[in-house]
C-alpha cells in the first residue's frame, strides 16, 4: 500500500507520530503535577511539625523560616503580598525577645502566618493580607504584652514583600 498511495501511508505515519508526541507530553505532565502534589503534601507535614515542638507552638529558627517563606511566597493562589514585620524590643533583653516571640506566636494565624527571632527582633511574616488588616494582629500582641495603657515597649517596622530576597533585614 506505501507504494501505491505514498501520501497516503505518510500522512498516517504522521498523524501516529503526532498522537504519540501527545500522549507522552500528556503523560510527562501527569506525573508532573502528582510529584507537585506529593510534594506539597510532604512540604505541609514538615511544616507542621516545624511549628510544634512537644505540643507546644514555637517559633522557626532561621532556615525553617526563610524556607517556608519561599514555598508561601511560591504558592500564593493571588499573588499578593506578605508583610514583614520586625518586632524590636527597645531594651535589648532576651526574656523581652522572648515573651515578643510568645505573643506573635499566640496572635498569628497558624496556618498562614509565620514567626521566627534573630539578634533580638522577632519577625512575623504575615500572608495575603492588606496593609490596613495587619493592625488587629499588632493589636493582639500588645494586648498579649500587656501595654494597652503605658507606652509601648517596642517598635514595629513594616514591609510588604512579594519575593524573599526583599527581606534583607532578616538575612543579613
Known amino acids: 500500500m506505501a507504494i501505491q498511495v505514498p501520501a497516503a501511508s505518510l500522512t498516517s505515519i504522521g498523524t501516529y507520530f503526532l498522537m504519540s508526541v501527545f500522549q507522552f507530553s500528556l503523560w510527562a505532565v501527569s506525573e508532573q503535577v502528582k510529584s507537585l502534589e ?88 504575615v500572608k495575603e493580607t492588606g496593609e490596613d488588616s495587619v493592625q488587629p494582629l499588632l493589636e493582639r500582641i500588645e494586648q498579649l504584652m500587656g501595654a494597652e495603657n503605658e507606652p509601648a515597649r517596642y517598635k514595629i517596622k513594616k514591609t510588604a514583600i512579594t519575593t524573599v530576597g526583599e527581606m534583607g533585614s532578616l538575612l543579613s
Not at 51 to 77: I, P
Not at 85 to 92: G, Q, R, S, W
Not at 100 to 124: F, H
Request: aromatic share 6%; charged share 25%.
Open 38 to 125: 506529593e510534594e506539597t503534601g510532604q512540604l505541609e507535614a514538615q511544616r507542621q511539625s516545624l511549628l510544634q515542638k512537644n505540643g507546644e507552638l514555637r517559633a522557626l529558627d532561621l532556615q525553617e523560616f526563610v524556607e517556608q517563606a519561599l514555598w508561601m511566597l511560591k504558592t500564593s493562589k493571588r499573588k499578593e503580598r506578605a508583610w514583614l514585620m520586625e518586632v524590636t524590643p527597645f531594651v535589648n533583653c532576651p526574656v523581652q525577645t522572648s515573651e515578643l516571640e510568645r505573643a506573635a506566636l499566640l496572635s498569628i494565624v497558624r496556618q498562614r502566618d509565620l514567626v521566627t527571632s534573630r539578634n533580638g527582633a522577632v519577625y512575623v511574616l
